[in-house]
């Protein structure tokens, strides 16, 4: 029997009630396949801020060290800014563990109606690979003058070659096991010194790829396409903000920002990567027990993947696809009255119950 051991941070918001169902449907394909999770749960959040003052311990990076991944729910709950919350937990993690890659898929499910009219389950399915280490998510900068009227705020923007370099290979590579076709999201009309250094990394890598196709447009052009022609699109490379204002729009075009997973990876293995959710802590519907789970589900399926439980992830896969396609048991943001909780129990149940998947 395989076994992993799993940190788990359910964190704020409706992390807490979307984290347990992802933990449900793991347990119950652990069963069936003959693997064994050891969960070890981290009370990190902003309700432990409010108590200590802090996100997570000085030594957390190392307690969460020796895991095999790290499962989460959301960070960031009024009361505490967002930037404090974010930049003493999860932005630490991201950089800390050498997390680069922010692997977000987009797909149009069967049962799902997508609010881009007549548009069906096959024609939107790309994924965006987005940069999560540097860009324009720095601690470089400052601010002056602090509540004068000469207040400043300096905000310094990082591009490096080897950053850009290894995103930009990861999307191709992806690519290549894809539709063979990648998109670099850019601004270099605007913004005069980094997107061009972004551009031009972007074409000497992607031809060192003359299989797999490759284009560009500027992020404006780019966002209203993915609303017209979602179709046009395979993998999808940007920049760590371009990526993740990309995200909620592809989660917005597939139907729910309650279906959108996200895996943050260190491909070298060097560190534990790191399962979320593309959504946040949603505060306008915590503890009402109406947050759609499949989202944290799904991201407990591309944890199976990363961890090499190729079967496993796709059974878990198959058995959300299955509920949304034929089950009438659904949360509110698509249509239904289920609750969290029993939309949990019923991909759990077709997890253990589905035929044609067989164990090993
Ligand atoms: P959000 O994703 O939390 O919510 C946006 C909207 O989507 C809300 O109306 C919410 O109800 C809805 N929604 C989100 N997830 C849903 C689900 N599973 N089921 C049904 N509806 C869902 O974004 P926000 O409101 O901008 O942010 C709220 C907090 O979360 C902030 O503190 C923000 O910084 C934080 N945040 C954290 C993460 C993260 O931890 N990775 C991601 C995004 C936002
Ligand atoms: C996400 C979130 C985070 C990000 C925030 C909460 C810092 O929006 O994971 O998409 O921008 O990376
Ligand atoms: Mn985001």
Not at 29 to 34: L, P
Not at 50 to 62: I, W
Not at 179 to 199: E, L
Not at 240 to 268: C, K, R, T
């Amino acid at each position: 029997m395989k076994a992993y051991k799993i940190a788990v941070i359910e964190g704020d918001g409706i992390g807490r009630e979307v984290v347990p169902e992802g933990v449900r449907v793991l347990e119950a394909v652990a069963h069936r396949f003959d693997l064994s999770f050891s969960w070890q749960n981290f009370d990190w959040s902003c309700e432990r801020y409010a108590k200590t003052g802090r996100m997570m311990p000085e030594d957390g990076l190392e307690q969460l060290r020796p895991f095999d991944a790290i499962y989460l729910g959301a960070i960031g709950y009024p009361g505490v800014p967002d930037h404090v919350s974010l930049w003493g937990l999860l932005i630490p993690i991201r950089r800390g563990f050498k997390q680069y890659v922010n692997l977000r898929p987009v797909r149009l499910l069967e049962g799902i109606t997508s609010p881009l009219s007549g548009r069906k389950p096959g024609e939107i399915d790309f994924v965006i690979v987005r940069e999560n280490s540097e860009g324009e998510y720095s601690e470089v900068g400052g601010r002056l003058n602090r509540n004068t009227e000469d207040d400043i705020a300096i905000q310094q923007s990082i591009f490096t070659r080897r950053a850009c370099d290894r995103i930009i290979r990861y999307a191709c590579e992806l690519a290549r096991t894809r539709k063979k076709h990648v998109t670099s999201a850019t601004k270099s009309n605007g913004i005069v010194f980094s997107m061009p250094f972004w551009d031009e990394r972007f074409a000497a890598i992607s031809k060192q790829y003359p299989d797999v196709k490759a284009d560009q447009f500027h992020i404006d052009i780019l966002s209203a396409h993915l609303v017209a022609h979602p179709d046009w699109f395979d993998v999808v490379v940007g920049s760590n903000l371009f990526g993740d204002i990309l995200s909620d729009l592809g989660a917005a075009v597939v139907g729910s920002m309650g279906l959108a997973p996200a895996a943050n990876l260190n491909p070298e293995r060097e560190y534990p990567s790191l399962f979320e959710p593309v959504h946040g802590s949603a505060p306008d519907i915590a503890g009402k027990g109406i947050a759609n789970p499949v989202a944290q589900i799904w991201t407990g399926a591309m944890m199976l993947r990363h961890l090499g439980e190729e079967q496993a992830a796709h059974a878990v896969e198959q058995a959300i696809f299955k509920v949304l396609a034929s089950s009438s048991v659904r949360t509110r943001d698509i249509g239904g009255k289920a609750s969290t909780r029993q939309m949990g129990e019923v991909i759990a149940e077709e997890v253990s119950a589905s035929a044609g998947v067989s164990a090993r």
